[in-house]
């Protein structure tokens, strides 16, 4: 078993004083107030940009879990007409039936298609990049 001390240092390193940490404030330090405030500026679009990122996120489960749920329902409503035909329980007439059920079909494949385009297909806000370079053009106008 060895341990830190059995470590030999290359010869270059004479010291190791400790790892620099994020908040550390002699990690960096500012040569002016425009610096200052660009890196303030950054911290705070990263944290609105992370919250935003974490609110879609969670909107997004939301609306996949209700479609899910209503595509289910339509499936078990269109499984539960069928039983209750071939059981003889309920009668309709076939002319209704080839009406409902490609319509049923299409609405289920539509919301899946919509969920899949829309809800996960695409990003909903611009990159961080996009943020900073609409910043630029609107000051210089």
Same mark, same amino acid.
């Given at each position: ?6 470590? !030999?240092k290359?010869s270059?390193?004479l010291?190791?004083?400790n790892?620099? !940490? ?8 500012p040569? &002016?107030f ?10 705070? *679009?990263?944290?609105?940009?992370? !919250?935003q990122m ?5 909107m997004?489960?939301l *609306?996949?879990?209700?479609?899910? +749920?209503?595509?289910? &329902? ?9 039983g ?6 309920? +009668?309709?007439d076939?002319?209704?039936?080839? +009406?409902?059920f ?6 289920i494949?539509?919301?899946?298609y919509?969920?899949?385009? *829309? ?15 609409s ?7």
């Amino acid at each position: 078993m060895t341990g830190d001390s059995d470590i !030999q240092k290359p010869s270059a390193v004479l010291t190791i004083v400790n790892e620099v !940490q994020p908040e550390d404030v002699s990690a960096w330090e500012p040569n &002016s107030f425009a610096e200052w405030e660009a890196k303030e500026r950054l911290r705070a *679009y990263l944290r609105v940009w992370s !919250q935003q990122m974490d609110d879609e996120r969670k909107m997004r489960s939301l *609306y996949a879990k209700m479609i899910f +749920i209503l595509i289910s &329902s339509e499936v078990l409503f269109a499984f539960l007409l069928i039983g209750l035909l071939g059981s003889r329980i309920l +009668i309709l007439d076939v002319s209704l039936l080839k +009406i409902l059920f490609p319509s049923v079909l299409a609405q289920i494949f539509g919301l899946g298609y919509l969920v899949t385009r *829309y809800l996960f297909g695409k990003q909903l806000s611009l990159p961080l990049s996009e943020v900073s370079k609409s910043k630029l053009t609107t000051r210089v106008k």
